[in-house]
């Protein structure tokens, strides 16, 4: 059974407690994507202080590695806008994006990404590049980083030692 976070409460002022609350929805987003045993990593895209836009990992489940969260969330956000473009929103994602996502990202044209956790062997956010902020292409995204990163690391974490507990346990108890 893949493990699931409990909710905490979580405080902070002014703009921290917006960032707060669209994160937790992202989180639930993984939530749903643990739900299913895959990696734990949710998005929501925001737009004038409204989600119009939610996404959840579904590459085992759809056999699909463009199953990201991102670009879930990012193809629904372009067709609840009715346009490619999504200059006024920002993307809450729990794990910093790899490099297709932030590709789509910066093609969308988001104006912020709100990162939770970075990702040192695939992060394109900052981690091993950073291809939001590269001023050789056309648009730049801003970046936050760090927000609710113990909560969504430990989300991680605890998903990735049960599924290596569980790939033991199998190994081990098919010998009888």
């Known amino acids: 059974m893949c493990l699931a976070l409990d909710e905490k409460e979580y405080g902070g002022g002014g703009n921290m407690d917006e960032n707060i609350k669209f994160m937790r929805a992202a989180m639930r987003e993984a939530k749903k994507a643990e739900a299913l045993c895959e990696v734990p990593i949710g998005c929501v895209i925001v737009r004038e202080h409204k989600i119009i836009a939610r996404g959840y990992n579904r590459r085992n489940t759809d056999k699909n590695t463009l199953s990201h969260a991102e670009l879930s969330a990012i193809k629904k956000a372009c067709k609840k806008t009715g346009d490619w473009r999504l200059e006024d929103c920002v993307l809450y994602v729990t ?7 932030a590709g789509a990202i910066v093609q969308s044209r988001l104006q912020k990404v709100v990162i939770a956790s970075m990702n040192p062997k ?8 950073n291809l939001l902020q590269m001023a ?7 970046i936050e980083r760090g927000v609710m990163e113990k909560e969504c690391s430990k989300m991680l974490s605890d998903f990735f030692r049960e599924l290596r507990e569980k790939k033991k346990r199998e190994k081990n108890g098919g010998i009888h």
């Open 95 to 101: 794990l910093e994006p790899c490099q297709m996502c």
């Open 122 to 129: 695939a992060g394109c956010a900052g981690s091993v590049l």
């Open 136 to 142: 050789e292409f056309n648009h730049q995204v801003e």
